[in-house]
């Protein structure tokens, strides 16, 4: 066929010949190229016709031999380079340090640091006018000496020292980040080679090295690395689902439709292709270019890019729902957008921030307000003064230091630590990721992780091996569980059956010895290739003998494998001048095919059509339920008297003597069921979306524990899923979806685009108490659009495509599924180190804030200095932060559920630990600030005469105010109310670490500190009464621990999730009911009157269903296990229901349903707020008005109803 093309040259004449010279001496420009790429089948190749004549002419255009190659001239290649671009898709430009830096400064607990920063620098340096006279009274204005007036800046120049260093960190850390997966992207990119023919030699080059003009070779298993045009091809068929999402494979031969795009994989068949697009030209680099990786330059070819695009976009969805534009649209748009919404854990820590500071706010100006009005009054009214006008810049200057004090107040309640935690808490989690084979893009994506509620994972290489082995086989009338040993076979059987395998199977398919020691053997090529031949080898023969003995230029005929054929077959001549004919294939055509069998001796026995449904029954189905692939080996002699006609397949490949059947499996890797197991224990539901057949994908799934027997499950094929979700119209709706995905457990048969459908309807659905957040596995390119739409994308790191690698979030380094165990886990670990180090935060913070704020009021002088105050909250939150924000996961992490989006950052035992350590820690304080004196026998601090040394009193409170952060730092280690404390402390060498440090250099300062730090050196025996007091903070932990969280319904968690309502839900360590007598009460009220709902309810619906006369609305009641399962659980299925029936004409019982949704009876320990139980499910648009007004109004009876309760 090859010379065909050639020698219809001659016939053409070409005017075109004669063009104006092209760019660079070749005959085709770059756009011209780019045009002809976008065209498929018929019109391209008319395309080609019109403008070159054929593909020789276009190979003469492009300076290059169809049978030679290019030569190999460095220059030509370069020249090449630069017309029509390297075969490279630049990466997105890094962002620079300065950028990264900007966008941490976004941080709004950051923007309020450098407010109040700012204007207590501002304060500081303002210098008040002239000196106060008597006339004006010299109210005392608090002891301030002159090291507290010149250390004034201190403390604005330290809050901004904090924010630096955060912003600092967070830049750093995205950098670093960003490097590392560059390193590990171009690691990948050198190990891609290519063969390609240059100076008629086959020579393997990387792929980046490509140029237009190459002619390089393709064959079965390639992933093609640029776009070109078929020279010439074997029964080539390529896989074009990465491009297009159709699974069917494309039949490509250079006079039907020669045109071969980058990314696809080659299926069957072999060929050569002249490249004519790399790079940002070819197909996969126009997708990248809009996935927004091309960077700026790429933005004016952009816009050339978007016109030609249309057709790409249309391709990709190949189901034309009303999404299909849009969804590209969307994408388009998402190219320059940052990814995502705020994660859960920014969202709450946002809120919390705003929370605290306004908090702050109100405590400062109460403290600038009391200030203010005592000072009026003792001026004014005790001492009956008059305002002089020659006194206003003095009391200007009272009401400045008063001003300063209040923001000193601000200053010290807002945590500067809390960025710096996250940022640390994450950077450390991703630097551990790195060791646990999980390479996270997305820093948040590690927390997003921890709040998971469903993964939908593919199946083949994530949860099985994806190395195929016979595990099973019928040979000589015996059915064989594993593999029969040599010695049971008759020679004959065994004989044929190695020939039959090693010569009727792709010579490029081999077994190689393992890389490295202990690991299994290499597979290369075809999969089900490399399992029989792995068979042979399992039977203690070899297969490379045969194939020395009959090379491949000796097979006298091959019929390929494909997909309407499903089988292969090979003729090779018998030394008798005969012809034997090798057949493999799927067991079910070929075994129509069969009329004889061996028998145990090796003989012909006939094989009757009964005898193969007897065989069907007896050993084919059993297989395929175990999860087994069936594959028939049989063979053929044909006697040397006469040839028949090879060309009449059927007739060839029929009257078959069958040798064997086996059964072959991809096993799943062995610790998948553990780790899905671990994955339902953390509340974690686990869906298997695969394209392989229901049964097979059922057995897996059972085998890794998916499904488990006696459940209520669903396991759809594609096209059923679509048929159950879409409307009349084929139009997705939302509330069909809704009513298969809690179930669906297994999606077999799927394309890219359900897959896609899927994941965004369980994100979008409305219907459980919140949000799903749900993590996606893909591979294929054709899993892109699914990856982005997840909340976590992981790609694999192995076999996946760079356009997965792109949209995912993690990338798994080893494509194992238990990888992403350990990344719930992490993702759990880093909300519960910033919920420790909350806690602790929270508890300095509430006793530095009162301590301020009454010293201030009561003594006017704060007992706690500016740079004391500086020391506790800097070094202690940033120390605290490194220290608890770097505990390492346990396994216990993944015994609890999910917190969800909407679950408080501070629970209430969190709450109960904050005041419960804080009123301790304020008794201690005041005693010592009000009584200390006496206590120790030392002179008071308390109203000191300006410009005196430090006491020996307040060094005192300072040093025990210390002592007891240190000790309740051990204490902040757990956070749901657990009594041992040190468990596993040593296990995390930082926190010992700073916990000894941060002790070590208190003592240089309180000893050596002197008067920056207002401290008097301190007694052995003050000392240890400090330490005392510190140590008292653990014994007083263990008595907050005994105090049961239910009692204290006084307490209100902080920190909700941006959820729609405040929902408390209750920290899972605490299982007791906390609701009060007069509010069980209303439940049980409020119980009954669902249940009334609930009836009414039901009997509309019964009516509507009766007056319906479609009836293809309910849901087939087979997909339930049972009918007792039927009736067990009454409000599932009403719920189930609700939104099955066909709307009729009849509107207003359509509007009393909507109104009368109710969820099922409210469990006993949750406040069901009407919104968290999702009554009201946003309807889809395509739903009447009238309902979806109803539904989503928020002023409907019953959502009012519900709040007040």
């Given at each position: 066929?090859?010379d065909?093309?050639?020698?219809?040259?001659e016939?053409?004449?070409?005017p075109?010949?004669?063009?104006?010279p092209?760019?660079?001496g070749f005959?085709?420009?770059?756009?011209?190229?780019?045009a002809?790429m976008?065209?498929r089948g018929a019109?391209?190749l008319?395309k080609i016709?019109?403008?070159?004549g054929?593909v020789?002419?276009?190979?003469?255009?492009?300076?290059?031999?169809p049978?030679?190659?290019?030569?190999d001239?460095?220059?030509?290649?370069?020249k090449?380079?630069?017309?029509?671009g390297?075969?490279?898709?630049p990466?997105?430009?890094p962002?620079?340090?300065l950028?990264?830096?900007?966008?941490?400064?976004?941080?709004?607990?950051?923007?309020?640091?450098e407010?109040?920063?700012?204007?207590?620098?501002?304060?500081s340096f303002?210098?008040?006018?002239?000196e106060?006279s008597e006339?004006c009274?010299?109210v005392s204005g608090g002891a301030e000496d002159e090291?507290?007036?010149?250390?004034?800046w201190?403390e604005?120049?330290?809050?901004?020292?904090s924010?630096?260093c955060v912003?600092?960190?967070?830049?750093?850390?995205?950098w670093?980040?960003e490097?590392q997966?560059r390193?590990?992207?171009?690691?990948?990119?050198?190990?891609?080679?290519f063969?390609?023919i240059?100076?008629?030699?086959l020579l393997q080059v990387?792929?980046a090295?490509?140029?237009?003009?190459?002619?390089?070779?393709?064959?079965?298993g390639d992933?093609?690395?640029a776009d070109?045009?078929?020279?010439q091809?074997?029964?080539l068929?390529?896989?074009?689902?990465?491009?297009?999402?159709?699974?069917?494979h494309?039949r490509?031969s250079a006079?039907?439709?020669?045109?071969?795009?980058?990314?696809?994989?080659?299926?069957?068949g072999?060929?050569r292709m002249?490249?004519?697009?790399?790079?940002?030209?070819?197909?996969t680099?126009?997708?990248?270019?809009l996935?927004?990786?091309?960077?700026?330059e790429?933005?004016?070819?952009?816009?050339?890019?978007k016109?030609?695009?249309?057709?790409?976009?249309?391709?990709m969805q190949p189901?034309?729902?009303?999404?299909g534009?849009?969804?590209e649209e969307?994408?388009k748009?998402k190219?320059?957008v940052?990814k995502k919404e705020k994660?859960?854990?920014?969202?709450?820590?946002?809120?919390l921030?705003?929370?605290?500071?306004?908090a702050g706010l109100?405590?400062?100006?109460?403290?600038?307000?009391i200030?203010?009005?005592y000072f009026v009054?003792?001026t004014?009214?005790?001492?009956?003064?008059v305002w002089?006008?020659?006194?206003?810049?003095?009391?200007v200057?009272?009401?400045?230091?008063f001003?300063?004090?209040g923001v000193t107040v601000l200053?010290v309640?807002?945590?500067?630590g809390l960025?710096?935690?996250?940022t640390?808490?994450?950077?450390?989690?991703?630097?551990?990721?790195?060791k646990d084979?999980n390479?996270?893009r997305?820093l948040?994506?590690c927390?997003?992780?921890?709040n998971?509620?469903?993964i939908?994972?593919d199946?083949?290489?994530?949860l099985?091996?994806?190395r195929?082995?016979?595990?099973?086989?019928?040979?000589?009338?015996?059915h064989?569980k594993?593999?029969p040993?040599?010695s049971a076979?008759?020679?004959k059987?065994?004989?044929?059956?190695?020939?039959a395998?090693?010569?009727?199977?792709a010579?490029?398919?081999?077994i190689?010895?393992?890389?490295k020691?202990?690991?299994?053997p290499?597979?290369?090529g075809?999969?089900?290739?490399?399992?029989?031949?792995g068979f042979?080898?399992?039977?203690?023969r070899?297969f490379?003998?045969v194939r020395?003995?009959?090379?491949?230029?000796?097979l006298y005929?091959v019929?390929?494998?494909?997909?309407?054929r499903?089988?292969?077959?090979t003729?090779?001549?018998?030394?008798?001048g005969?012809?034997?004919?090798?057949?493999?294939?799927?067991s079910?055509?070929?075994?129509?095919?069969c009329?004889?069998?061996?028998?145990?001796?090796?003989e012909?026995?006939?094989f009757?059509?009964?005898?193969r449904?007897?065989m069907v029954?007896?050993?084919?189905?059993?297989?395929?339920c175990?999860?087994?692939?069936?594959?028939c080996i049989?063979y053929?002699d044909f006697?040397?008297?006469?040839e028949p006609?090879w060309?009449d397949?059927n007739e060839v490949?029929?009257?078959?003597t069958c040798?064997?059947v086996?059964?072959?499996e991809?096993p799943v890797?062995?610790?998948v069921p553990e780790?899905?197991r671990?994955?339902?224990?953390?509340?974690?539901?686990?869906?298997?979306?695969?394209?392989d057949n229901?049964n097979?994908?059922?057995?897996i799934?059972a085998?890794?524990g998916?499904?488990?027997?006696?459940?209520d499950?669903?396991?759809?094929?594609g096209?059923e899923?679509?048929?159950?979700?879409?409307?009349e119209?084929?139009?997705?709706e939302q509330?069909?979806?809704?009513k298969?995905?809690p179930?669906?457990r297994?999606l077999a048969r799927?394309?890219?685009?359900?897959?896609?459908?899927?994941?965004?309807?369980?994100i979008?659905?409305t219907?459980?108490?919140q949000?799903q957040v749900v993590?996606?596995t893909?591979d294929g390119?054709?899993?892109g659009p699914?990856?982005?739409?997840?909340?976590?994308g992981?790609?694999m790191?192995i076999?996946g495509?760079d356009v997965?690698?792109?949209?995912?979030?993690?990338?798994?380094?080893?494509?194992n599924?238990?990888?992403?165990?350990?990344?719930?886990?992490w993702?759990?670990n880093?909300?519960?180190?910033?919920?420790?180090f909350?806690?602790?935060?929270?508890?300095?913070?509430?006793?530095?804030?009162i301590?301020?704020?009454t010293?201030a009021?009561?003594?006017?002088d704060?007992p706690l200095?500016a740079?004391?105050?500086?020391?506790?909250?800097?070094?202690?939150d940033?120390?605290a932060?490194l220290?608890?924000?770097t505990e390492?996961p346990?396994e216990?992490?993944?015994?609890?559920?999910p917190y969800?989006r909407d679950?408080?950052?501070?629970?209430?035992?969190m709450m109960?630990?904050?005041?419960?350590h804080?009123v301790?820690q304020?008794?201690i304080?005041?005693t010592l600030l009000?009584v200390?004196e006496?206590?120790?026998d030392?002179?008071?601090?308390?109203n000191?005469?300006?410009?005196?040394?430090?006491s020996e009193?307040?060094?005192?409170?300072?040093n025990?105010?210390v002592?007891m952060q240190l000790?309740n730092?051990?204490?902040?280690?757990?956070i749901h109310?657990?009594?041992n404390v040190?468990?596993g402390i040593?296990?995390?060498p930082?926190?010992?670490?700073?916990?000894l440090?941060?002790?070590?250099?208190?003592?240089?300062?309180?000893?050596?500190?002197g008067?920056?730090?207002?401290c008097?050196?301190?007694?052995t025996?003050?000392w240890?009464?400090?330490?005392?007091?510190?140590v008292?903070e653990l014994?007083?932990?263990q008595?907050i621990?005994?105090?049961?969280t239910?009692?204290l319904?006084c307490l209100?968690?902080?920190g909700h999730?941006?959820?729609?309502?405040?929902?408390?839900?209750?920290?899972l360590?605490?299982?007791?009911?906390?609701i009060d007598?007069?509010e069980?009460?209303l439940?049980?009220g409020q119980i009954?009157?669902?249940?009334g709902?609930?009836r009414?309810q039901?009997?509309?619906?019964?009516?509507?269903?009766f007056r319906?006369s479609l009836?293809?609305?309910?849901?087939?009641?087979?997909?339930?296990?049972s009918i007792?399962?039927?009736m067990?659980?009454?409000?599932?299925?009403?719920n189930?229901?609700?939104h099955n029936?066909?709307?009729?004409d009849?509107?207003?019982?359509?509007e009393?349903?909507e109104r009368?949704?109710?969820?099922?009876?409210?469990?006993p320990?949750q406040n069901n707020?009407?919104i968290?139980s999702?009554i009201?499910l946003t309807t889809h648009?395509t739903?009447s008005?009238?309902?979806?007004a109803?539904?989503?109004r928020?002023?409907s009876?019953?959502?009012s109803?519900?709040?007040?309760?």
């Amino acid at each position: 066929m090859g010379d065909m093309a050639n020698s219809s040259i001659e016939f053409h004449p070409k005017p075109q010949q004669r063009e104006a010279p092209h760019a660079g001496g070749f005959g085709c420009t770059l756009a011209e190229l780019r045009a002809l790429m976008e065209l498929r089948g018929a019109e391209a190749l008319q395309k080609i016709q019109e403008a070159y004549g054929d593909v020789s002419g276009l190979c003469r255009r492009l300076k290059t031999s169809p049978t030679e190659g290019l030569a190999d001239n460095a220059n030509d290649l370069e020249k090449r380079r630069q017309i029509y671009g390297q075969n490279f898709i630049p990466p997105k430009q890094p962002k620079t340090f300065l950028q990264l830096v900007w966008e941490a400064l976004q941080d709004v607990t950051l923007i309020i640091l450098e407010v109040a920063a700012i204007v207590s620098l501002g304060l500081s340096f303002y210098a008040p006018p002239g000196e106060e006279s008597e006339a004006c009274g010299n109210v005392s204005g608090g002891a301030e000496d002159e090291g507290e007036a010149e250390a004034g800046w201190i403390e604005g120049a330290a809050i901004l020292l904090s924010v630096i260093c955060v912003v600092l960190v967070t830049a750093f850390n995205d950098w670093s980040k960003e490097k590392q997966f560059r390193g590990l992207q171009s690691r990948i990119e050198q190990e891609q080679k290519f063969t390609v023919i240059r100076n008629g030699q086959l020579l393997q080059v990387p792929v980046a090295a490509l140029v237009v003009g190459d002619i390089a070779q393709v064959k079965y298993g390639d992933l093609l690395p640029a776009d070109g045009v078929l020279i010439q091809g074997n029964d080539l068929k390529i896989d074009e689902s990465s491009l297009t999402g159709e699974s069917d494979h494309v039949r490509k031969s250079a006079d039907k439709d020669p045109m071969l795009l980058s990314g696809t994989h080659v299926m069957e068949g072999s060929g050569r292709m002249v490249v004519t697009a790399v790079g940002v030209n070819s197909q996969t680099g126009i997708i990248f270019t809009l996935l927004g990786a091309g960077g700026e330059e790429e933005e004016k070819k952009d816009k050339k890019a978007k016109k030609q695009d249309g057709a790409v976009a249309m391709e990709m969805q190949p189901l034309k729902s009303a999404e299909g534009g849009e969804m590209e649209e969307r994408e388009k748009k998402k190219a320059n957008v940052p990814k995502k919404e705020k994660s859960v854990l920014q969202g709450k820590l946002t809120k919390l921030a705003v929370q605290i500071g306004k908090a702050g706010l109100v405590m400062s100006a109460i403290t600038v307000i009391i200030l203010v009005l005592y000072f009026v009054i003792e001026t004014f009214v005790v001492e009956g003064r008059v305002w002089l006008a020659e006194c206003t810049p003095v009391y200007v200057q009272y009401f400045v230091k008063f001003f300063i004090i209040g923001v000193t107040v601000l200053v010290v309640a807002v945590p500067e630590g809390l960025p710096l935690a996250v940022t640390i808490s994450l950077a450390y989690s991703v630097k551990k990721m790195m060791k646990d084979n999980n390479l996270v893009r997305h820093l948040d994506a590690c927390e997003t992780m921890g709040n998971a509620t469903a993964i939908c994972s593919d199946k083949t290489g994530t949860l099985t091996t994806n190395r195929m082995t016979v595990v099973q086989s019928y040979l000589g009338d015996t059915h064989y569980k594993e593999i029969p040993s040599p010695s049971a076979l008759t020679p004959k059987i065994l004989d044929l059956l190695v020939h039959a395998i090693s010569i009727n199977s792709a010579y490029t398919t081999k077994i190689l010895p393992p890389e490295k020691e202990g690991a299994l053997p290499r597979q290369v090529g075809n999969k089900t290739e490399c399992a029989l031949l792995g068979f042979v080898l399992d039977l203690k023969r070899d297969f490379q003998p045969v194939r020395e003995q009959i090379p491949e230029d000796k097979l006298y005929k091959v019929y390929t494998f494909n997909s309407v054929r499903k089988s292969m077959s090979t003729v090779i001549c018998m030394p008798d001048g005969g012809f034997r004919l090798f057949s493999k294939g799927a067991s079910e055509i070929l075994l129509k095919k069969c009329t004889n069998i061996l028998n145990s001796n090796g003989e012909l026995r006939g094989f009757r059509p009964r005898d193969r449904d007897d065989m069907v029954k007896k050993i084919i189905e059993p297989m395929a339920c175990d999860g087994l692939r069936t594959i028939c080996i049989a063979y053929r002699d044909f006697p040397s008297s006469q040839e028949p006609d090879w060309d009449d397949e059927n007739e060839v490949v029929g009257d078959l003597t069958c040798i064997a059947v086996v059964g072959i499996e991809d096993p799943v890797r062995p610790e998948v069921p553990e780790a899905i197991r671990k994955c339902q224990r953390a509340g974690i539901t686990v869906r298997m979306v695969t394209g392989d057949n229901i049964n097979t994908a059922r057995a897996i799934a059972a085998k890794c524990g998916i499904i488990q027997p006696g459940e209520d499950f669903l396991c759809l094929e594609g096209k059923e899923f679509n048929r159950r979700i879409r409307n009349e119209k084929g139009e997705i709706e939302q509330e069909r979806l809704d009513k298969v995905w809690p179930k669906l457990r297994v999606l077999a048969r799927s394309s890219p685009t359900d897959k896609h459908t899927l994941v965004k309807g369980i994100i979008d659905s409305t219907t459980g108490e919140q949000r799903q957040v749900v993590a996606v596995t893909g591979d294929g390119t054709n899993d892109g659009p699914a990856l982005k739409k997840a909340d976590v994308g992981f790609a694999m790191g192995i076999a996946g495509t760079d356009v997965a690698k792109e949209a995912s979030d993690i990338i798994l380094t080893d494509d194992n599924f238990t990888s992403i165990v350990k990344a719930v886990m992490w993702g759990r670990n880093v909300y519960d180190s910033i919920s420790k180090f909350l806690q602790f935060q929270l508890t300095v913070n509430v006793v530095a804030v009162i301590v301020a704020f009454t010293g201030a009021c009561i003594t006017q002088d704060s007992p706690l200095k500016a740079v004391q105050m500086l020391w506790v909250n800097l070094i202690m939150d940033t120390f605290a932060s490194l220290a608890l924000a770097t505990e390492p996961p346990t396994e216990s992490l993944l015994l609890r559920k999910p917190y969800g989006r909407d679950k408080p950052l501070i629970s209430r035992t969190m709450m109960k630990n904050i005041l419960g350590h804080a009123v301790y820690q304020l008794t201690i304080i005041f005693t010592l600030l009000f009584v200390g004196e006496l206590l120790f026998d030392i002179d008071s601090g308390r109203n000191a005469p300006l410009h005196s040394p430090p006491s020996e009193h307040y060094t005192i409170i300072f040093n025990t105010f210390v002592m007891m952060q240190l000790f309740n730092e051990i204490n902040a280690r757990k956070i749901h109310g657990e009594r041992n404390v040190f468990d596993g402390i040593f296990s995390n060498p930082i926190f010992c670490t700073i916990v000894l440090g941060t002790f070590g250099i208190q003592i240089v300062i309180v000893q050596f500190g002197g008067k920056p730090f207002s401290c008097s050196p301190l007694s052995t025996e003050q000392w240890l009464w400090c330490l005392f007091v510190g140590v008292g903070e653990l014994v007083w932990g263990q008595v907050i621990a005994t105090i049961p969280t239910s009692q204290l319904k006084c307490l209100k968690e902080a920190g909700h999730g941006p959820g729609k309502d405040e929902m408390t839900d209750e920290e899972l360590a605490e299982g007791e009911e906390e609701i009060d007598h007069a509010e069980r009460e209303l439940r049980r009220g409020q119980i009954l009157w669902f249940r009334g709902l609930n009836r009414i309810q039901t009997q509309i619906r019964v009516v509507k269903a009766f007056r319906s006369s479609l009836y293809e609305g309910l849901e087939k009641p087979e997909s339930k296990s049972s009918i007792h399962n039927f009736m067990a659980t009454p409000e599932f299925l009403i719920n189930d229901y609700t939104h099955n029936i066909p709307l009729i004409d009849d509107t207003d019982v359509d509007e009393n349903e909507e109104r009368l949704r109710a969820p099922p009876p409210p469990s006993p320990n949750q406040n069901n707020n009407a919104i968290d139980s999702g009554i009201y499910l946003t309807t889809h648009v395509t739903k009447s008005a009238t309902s979806s007004a109803f539904s989503s109004r928020p002023g409907s009876p019953l959502h009012s109803m519900e709040t007040s309760l």
